[in-house]
């Protein structure tokens, strides 16, 4: 039995888990949960990496004290898109930028006059997100930002924690890919563009393909844990989304994925990038994927409107888990109202419960009052969000998708499976929840030799895990619904009027 800590770093909780491989068969244990989230300074919002490398080494520390030996291997998994810069010494020159800082807004704009997006898009095939990598270090060239030329290297945030366990600085493939500066065609970063948009492409690592060990863990690190002997950290598929694809078993070429969350991206595996113009204006992105593969996907967002909620609703001093919204969901008026929760009102708002009632007044709906409009609402919205991504899969890749795999935390959640499968009209199965651990852990194997290939992972966890199928219930309802989403989606994606 091998064993491996997998560091899987999501947007609102991080966790370490232990996972075992007999060769056959996968398991899990949790090490160490802790929350994670933006922090608000002066305007600004930063992600707190000396907190989350706090919460790392604790999670280590649990593990030297539970077993005798140390694991086989260890890798980190995040977010992508965000980073941060190192100087000459290696020392943080600051806390990382949240992708939700405002320093983007208006970015994207300004940088498609120097290049045209249709030709960006062309090298990278990354859909423009006013987030992405490439739109932050922008504004710190437009802002003059001293950190920019101070820095030596730019880490992504997964790298970074392996710069942390180990002190090799590199760049795993899966998130270089998530930054809008990877050229796909070069297999190399796109220079030529960060050279015409004065972003010192000096401070770009190598890129590393995923499953590779890099170095073992570093002494100081070992003797602050507990640990006799040191252990390889391992660069996995870094991006959380890839690790979670790489564990779904039976991904054929009638699937589609949905790894749900914060954030839910939807779409497929494919053997090599679709970075047409139709692909550009359907929203869809191509990221890098485990074993040379694409992962042609859209960026949707999931359950944030929902979490925003929730947060709000407690500051007011009501505490509501998420059976408590499910059952008050069930109860309340079907269609009654909805969103486009990918429009811009939803990316960031002080205040999301008015966001939506604001935005269900202007389209001409009821607004929401109770828990339950409130609720349904989103529910539905983002089931007829990813039937309308469905349909665009189908027609850029003249496939035929027959199967929903739903993996990730929102995979719990078994009624807005439901209303997923009766929004798309087709069957949802839903597993693994740890998605991203169990790829990571998956993919240390393969590095390790504890498995010969990414197919015999894939073989193991199918075999270690039961997933639950949910088979659709269309009705005309659902049909009108279709019907009503379409015209918000078609407003929301419209340029806004001057």
Known sequence: MSHFVAVDLGAASGRLMVGHCDGRRFSLDELHRFPNGGVNLHGSIYWDAPRLWSEVQTGLTKYSSRFAEPPAGIAVDAWGVDFALLDPSGHLLDNPSHYRDPRTNGIPARLFQRVPEADLYAATGVQTLQFNTLFQLYSMVLARDPRLESAETLLMIPDLFNFFLCGEKAVEFTEASTTEMYNHAARDWHRDLLRKLSIPDRILPPVVAPATVLSNVGRSVLDLCGFSKSFPVIAVASHDTASAVASIPNLDQHSAFISSGTWSLMGMELDAPIATPRARSLRFTNEGGCGNSTLFLRNLTGLWPLQECLRQWEQQGHTYTWDNLIAAAAAAQPFRSLIHPDAHQFLA????????????????????????????????SLSLSYWSTLNALQSLTSREIRTLRVVGGGCLNQYLCQMTADACGCNVVSGPVEASALGNVMLQAVATGALPGIAAGRASIGESLQCVSYAPHPSVSWADAQMRYTVLEASSSAPPKE
């Open 349 to 380: 708002p002080a205040d999301m419960l008015l966001a939506i009632r604001s935005y269900c007044q202007s389209t001409a709906q009821p607004v929401p009052q109770s828990v339950g409009d409130v609720a349904r609402c989103c529910f539905e």
